[in-house]
């Protein structure tokens, strides 16, 4: 097979191969660490004023614990603290690692300490209390230091708890395991921070079945309905981020594009023609709203459907990246391919696409959605391949074929004279070459 391409970017390894699988662009680097927020993860608030002990839990936490004033706390760093117990008996205190995604191998930083608290007695701190940290998959018990008298801090600086995420945003929940009946008297935890080391973003996922998208409120599901439905209030409702880790410039698969032309003539020929083609926009969101018959939303493009919301992702990307954003593609080329007898000739496309994970978040309230784009890149040049080679079986069949014609009467007197013996031989002999090539 002759082959000829037309590159517009760059290469990739298989691009032989570009019907079976889409060609991604490599990683710039190996992933390093990324830090993870942990919203209000030095317990700063609600501001506790004094030594006493307040009974807030902490902002931007879930769960039954209580927040402990920079006082009572005596952290080494000024912090205020987190109470692991409250009502007469353990409590708990949970939160999500925000962009945390499944196969992420995440590391959990902490402090810890016994109680100060003066209704503890000397048997319940001098060897230490015990918590269990969870992330829905394992649990692992931790014990603070001991302290010799009571009302004494004790506090262990940067102790570490790892683990593999098991799904997005992952929960982690500390849990006092102080028996029943211990008051407030239970383990004293601050300065909780994360990092993650990122997985390899998974580019076998097609365009057309993106994940579906998540939303919450705090630390809570929230329809993603809802979250859509604030977020298109206004153009600057809410805010998108770019997760830069998960989001990758890709190669689709090739297709064709315009016709196949075929040459069962004698002679080559310059064949010069329009070749056009269209690049849509695919998205987590409308995909959720067509699955659930919202119908609110055309399949696939929520440009055209919740225009702020798309404004919101533009503004984001742009910002994160310093490049063009843009929903969808229309080229139109004129080209003029030489064919040679006997061949086939045509013209393939590898489209130039983005995949971008982030999420919206709203500075009015604590609403978190999280979605996928896939939309042509502006920043990645589409790669066409101009290609030639021999007919098909059936190809050649139709060449050697009888050209359609009328019945054409006979009004003369005189038969038509048949061609000379080696006109009809010439004909058979390139009829026959075609069909050996």
Not at 149 to 172: H, M, S
Request: hydrophobic share 30%.
């Amino acid at each position: 097979m002759k082959l000829s391409t037309w590159l517009r970017g760059g290469t990739c390894a298989g691009a032989a191969l570009a019907f079976a699988l889409p060609c991604t662009a490599p990683p710039a680097s190996a992933q390093s660490s990324v830090a993870v927020p942990v919203p209000n993860g030095d317990f700063s608030s609600p501001h506790v004023i004094g030594t006493n002990w307040n009974f807030a839990p902490p902002a931007h936490w879930g769960g039954n614990g209580t927040t402990i004033s920079v006082d009572a706390a005596k952290h080494p760093q000024q912090l205020q603290a987190a109470n692991l117990n409250y009502g007469g008996g353990p409590a708990k205190l949970y939160t999500n690692l925000w962009g945390v995604h499944a196969g992420d191998k995440v590391t959990l930083t902490f402090d810890d300490s016994p109680s100060r608290y003066t209704g503890c007695t000397l048997a319940q701190v001098k060897d230490g209390q015990k918590f269990t940290i969870d992330d829905g998959q394992h649990s692992q018990e931790v014990t603070t230091k001991g302290t010799s008298a009571v009302g004494t801090q004790n506090w262990e600086l940067d102790k570490t708890y790892t683990f593999t995420a098991a799904k997005d945003n992952t929960q982690v929940t500390f849990s006092s395991q102080m028996p029943q009946g211990s008051g407030s008297c239970g383990p004293m935890l601050a300065n909780v921070r994360a990092v993650r080391l990122p997985a390899p973003p998974d580019t076998q996922i097609p365009k057309v079945a993106l994940p579906a998208p998540q939303a919450y409120n705090e630390n809570e599901p929230l329809s993603v309905q809802s979250a859509v439905d604030y977020c298109s209030g206004s153009d600057t409702q809410c805010s998108f981020t770019m997760d830069p880790q998960s989001s990758y410039k890709y190669y689709d698969k090739a297709r064709v594009v315009g016709e196949v032309h075929l040459n069962c003539g004698r002679n080559s020929f310059d064949d010069e023609r329009e070749v056009d083609y269209s690049e849509k926009p695919f998205d987590s969101i409308s995909r959720y709203y067509a699955q659930n018959d919202l119908a609110m939303i055309p399949p696939d493009d929520i440009s055209q459907g919740k225009p702020k919301l798309a404004s919101q992702v533009d503004r984001g990307f742009e910002q994160a990246t310093n490049s063009p954003w843009t929903w969808k593609r229309d080229v139109k080329r004129t080209v003029a391919p030489r064919i040679q007898p006997g061949e086939a000739s045509w013209v393939e496309l590898e489209p130039a696409r983005q995949r971008v994970v982030g999420y919206f978040t709203s500075p009015r309230n604590a609403y978190r959605l999280f979605s996928t784009f896939d939309v042509p890149s502006e920043t990645l040049s589409d790669r066409w391949y101009q290609r030639t080679g021999p007919m098909t079986d059936a190809e050649f069949a139709m060449c050697t074929s009888d050209r359609p014609t009328a019945i054409t009467p006979d009004l003369r007197s005189a038969p038509v004279a048949v061609p000379p013996q080696s006109e009809m031989k010439a004909t058979r002999s390139f009829l026959l070459k075609l069909k050996d090539r």
